[in-house]
T-cell receptor, first 111, second 112 residues
Framework: DGGITQSPKYLFRKEGQNVTLSCEQN?????MYWYRQDPGQGLRLIYY???????QKGDIAEGYSVSREKKESFPLTVTSAQKNPTAFYLC??????????FGDGTRLSIL | QKEVEQNSGPLSVPEGAIASLNCTYS??????FFWYRQYSGKSPELIMF????GDKEDGRFTAQLNKASQYVSLLIRDSQPSDSATYLC????????????FGTGTRLTIIP
């Protein structure tokens, strides 16, 4: 089936630890995005990439890093510099000028 | 002023009635407008998108866009209990970079 796969579904981070969230798509979309959603809030853009080997910061990039080495993959690393990482993380992809579609999300919590 | 504003609700509508959800945006040059439905604990699901002034209908859903008033709405006819969810309005501004800006969402409850 075509779609966007995020893993893991749940993730726990220890103090001072970096963790990486996976996002894979087989829709052949050029653009991929990472959002963060806090309870009762809308989505805020962390990073986005419109082409392989290129990405831009979104509105809340501090404490996060990404890579885009392959068209189908856009992993997000939550670094120890992100002091409040507990949130629902959503990955999306789209073709140019087309609506974005989302994966099922990863819930990150602090141990 | 927030870039995309929605009434957070909750909005309660009787089953079978019309639910009306509203969204205003601040960037007058915005080009693309989207409505997503998000059930509790789930990821957003695209319901409608609209690019031109006027109405766009898809089944029980109608999106309405008024660029002069910087206003976009979603009407849900014959509301069903399964429509109970949070509805997110999202806008792509006039920046050419495909960045979506989301409102905080309106929580809709359909009362049987």
């Amino acid at each position: 089936d075509g779609g966007i796969t995020q893993s893991p579904k749940y993730l726990f981070r220890k103090e001072g630890q970096n963790v990486t969230l996976s996002c894979e798509q087989n829709l052949n979309h050029d653009a991929m995005y990472w959002y963060r959603q806090d309870p009762g809030q809308g989505l805020r853009l962390i990073y986005y990439s419109q082409i392989v080997n290129d990405f831009q910061k979104g509105d809340i990039a501090e404490g996060y890093s990404v890579s885009r080495e392959k068209k189908e993959s856009f992993p997000l690393t939550v670094t120890s510099a992100q002091k409040n990482p507990t949130a629902f993380y959503l990955c999306a992809s789209s073709e140019r000028n087309q609506p974005q579609h989302f994966g099922d999300g990863t819930r990150l919590s602090i141990l | 002023q927030k870039e995309v504003e929605q009434n957070s609700g909750p909005l309660s509508v009787p089953e079978g009635a019309i639910a009306s959800l509203n969204c205003t945006y601040s960037d007058r040059g915005s080009q693309s407008f989207f409505w997503y439905r998000q059930y509790s604990g789930k990821s957003p699901e695209l319901i409608m998108f609209i690019y031109s002034n006027g109405d766009k209908e898809d089944g029980r859903f109608t999106a309405q866009l008024n660029k002069a008033s910087q206003y976009v709405s979603l009407l849900i006819r014959d509301s069903q209990p399964s429509d109970s969810a949070t509805y997110l309005c999202a806008v792509i501004g006039n920046f050419g970079n495909e960045k979506l800006t989301f409102g905080t969402g309106t929580r809709l409850t359909i009362i049987p």
